[in-house]
């Protein structure tokens, strides 16, 4: 590589981090905001208009604030995790287009190289738990490490099928491939095992189960603050708007659907708004995740995966081959693929709805029992 590349490199990589960080900001922000609408509060109010500097605000915070190392913990793991995680989470960057020219580097094995550094990150979880030296830091590294193996199968695989449609691993040529029909629409079953497998991915609520402070105080991070701690956190919300983009890339047309119809300056200019219209849709779909629904058990958590997201991602690579061998209209895909979604919901509430009123019938024989028993007179004792 020449020096002139590598200075062009070395600029594009911090341009991109310093919009990473910006959008982090942004994002725990609007986080905020979102949460505290949907619980009827008002979030933050005091840093700036309507609260717009409060992450600035916490960021300075955690810069300065002390960080506390314990002396029990292995040194050199302890310090290492925190870069573990965010690294790859910084380097799957390099591949994804904001647009058909904003891209630091186009590869024909895109989303090839996405998958095999995103899931570097749990190794680092991992790393943060045992070099922390706590009981329960190393119980909710083994638990995260549990959630991101099992959760990566229905990842991988409906991303696969995104492949087979298109044809590419090449992030652009699959934007392209959707300049007419997103595929959402061709694929219905993809999008909602890639968007639930991402969100377990994230280990963001309902699938928060690796630092649930009810069970494990908190995570492999249990033993991190300071400067250390945000950098776990840091990573969390950077994987969270990968998530949201690469969902508008591969599934909502990227910059591409609807097609504009003009082109020069303006066409670059509203492809690029909608393409962050679009993916902070996603994200603030995330949130509304967040604020709605409870946290999962473990068992219920993998039971989810491995019962129910495993073998609808199989079925659905299954389908789409099919589809694809037979050249069939992608209106057939489309629906076998409503068909596989209503009839998975309907099972899930029938079996949801069988053992609540089973627990209610247990309660109430309970109650029963109890109070066919007499109650102890100071005699009897």
Same mark, same amino acid.
């Given at each position: 590589?020449?020096?002139?590349?590598?200075?062009?490199?070395?600029?594009?990589?911090?341009?991109?981090?310093? @919009?990473?960080?910006?959008?982090?900001?942004?994002?725990?922000?609007?986080?905020?905001?979102?949460?505290?609408?949907?619980? #009827?509060?008002?979030?933050?109010?005091?840093?700036?208009?309507?609260? !717009?500097?409060?992450? /600035?605000?916490?960021?300075?915070?955690?810069?300065?604030?002390? *960080?506390?190392?314990?002396?029990?913990? *292995?040194?050199?793991?302890?310090?290492?995790?925190?870069?573990?995680? =965010?690294?790859?989470? $910084?380097?799957?960057?390099?591949?994804?287009?904001?647009?058909?020219?904003?891209?630091?580097?186009?590869?024909?094995?895109?989303?090839?190289?996405?998958?095999?550094?995103?899931?570097?990150?749990?190794?680092? /979880?991992? #790393?943060?738990?045992?070099?922390?030296?706590?009981?329960?830091?190393?119980?909710? %590294?083994?638990?995260?490490?549990?959630?991101?193996?099992?959760?990566?199968?229905?990842?991988? #695989?409906?991303?696969?099928?995104?492949?087979?449609?298109?044809?590419?691993?090449?992030?652009?040529?699959?934007?392209? +491939?959707?300049?007419?029909?997103?595929?959402?629409?061709?694929?219905?079953?993809?999008? =909602?095992?890639?968007?639930?497998?991402?969100?377990?991915?994230?280990?963001?609520?309902?699938? *928060?189960?690796?630092?649930?402070?009810?069970?494990?105080?908190?995570?492999?991070?249990?033993?991190?603050? %300071?400067?250390?701690?945000?950098? =776990?956190?840091?990573?969390?919300?950077?994987?969270?708007?990968?998530?949201?983009?690469?969902? !508008?890339?591969?599934?909502?047309?990227?910059?591409?659907?609807? +097609?504009?119809?003009?082109?020069?300056?303006?066409?670059?200019?509203?492809?690029?708004?909608?393409?962050?219209?679009?993916?902070?849709?996603?994200?603030?779909?995330? $949130?509304?995740?967040?604020?709605?629904?409870?946290?999962?058990?473990?068992?219920?958590?993998?039971?989810? %995966?491995?019962?129910?997201?495993?073998? /609808?991602?199989?079925?659905?690579?299954?389908?789409?081959?099919?589809?694809? @061998?037979?050249?069939?209209?992608?209106?057939?895909?489309? @629906?076998?693929?409503?068909?596989?979604?209503?009839?998975?919901?309907?099972?899930?509430?029938?079996?949801?709805? @069988? &053992?609540? &009123? &089973?627990?209610?019938?247990?309660?109430?024989?309970?109650?029963?029992?109890?109070?066919?028993?007499?109650?102890?007179?100071?005699?009897?004792?």
């Amino acid at each position: 590589m020449s020096l002139d590349a590598g200075i062009t490199s070395g600029l594009a990589a911090s341009g991109l981090f310093f @919009f990473l960080t910006i959008t982090v900001l942004i994002l725990i922000w609007l986080e905020r905001k979102i949460l505290a609408r949907i619980q #009827m509060r008002m979030g933050p109010m005091r840093v700036g208009f309507h609260g !717009t500097l409060q992450s /600035l605000a916490d960021s300075i915070k955690l810069l300065i604030k002390e *960080d506390i190392l314990p002396s029990w913990a *292995d040194r050199r793991i302890y310090w290492v995790a925190p870069i573990a995680v =965010f690294v790859p989470s $910084f380097m799957i960057w390099v591949t994804i287009p904001f647009g058909r020219d904003i891209v630091i580097r186009n590869l024909d094995l895109g989303l090839f190289y996405i998958v095999a550094i995103s899931v570097l990150s749990v190794l680092g /979880l991992v #790393m943060a738990g045992w070099g922390s030296a706590n009981k329960y830091a190393v119980l909710g %590294g083994l638990r995260a490490a549990g959630q991101l193996l099992s959760y990566e199968i229905p990842f991988i #695989m409906a991303i696969l099928s995104i492949a087979m449609i298109s044809q590419s691993l090449d992030l652009q040529k699959i934007v392209n +491939d959707q300049s007419g029909i997103a595929n959402i629409l061709k694929l219905p079953l993809g999008f =909602f095992i890639f968007f639930l497998a991402g969100l377990a991915e994230l280990g963001r609520t309902p699938f *928060d189960i690796h630092h649930a402070e009810s069970e494990v105080v908190g995570g492999p991070f249990v033993e991190y603050s %300071g400067i250390h701690w945000s950098v =776990f956190f840091l990573a969390e919300y950077i994987n969270t708007f990968s998530i949201a983009v690469l969902t !508008t890339l591969l599934f909502l047309g990227g910059w591409r659907w609807p +097609d504009m119809p003009f082109d020069g300056i303006a066409h670059s200019s509203l492809s690029l708004l909608l393409f962050f219209v679009k993916s902070y849709a996603v994200i603030l779909l995330i $949130f509304w995740f967040r604020g709605t629904y409870p946290r999962l058990r473990i068992d219920q958590l993998m039971v989810f %995966g491995w019962k129910i997201l495993v073998p /609808l991602s199989f079925l659905n690579i299954l389908i789409t081959g099919c589809v694809l @061998f037979y050249e069939f209209h992608w209106t057939v895909l489309s @629906f076998i693929s409503c068909t596989i979604l209503i009839s998975t919901a309907f099972l899930i509430k029938r079996v949801a709805g @069988f &053992k609540t &009123k &089973k627990m209610t019938i247990t309660i109430h024989s309970v109650r029963d029992l109890r109070k066919s028993v007499p109650p102890k007179t100071v005699m009897d004792k």
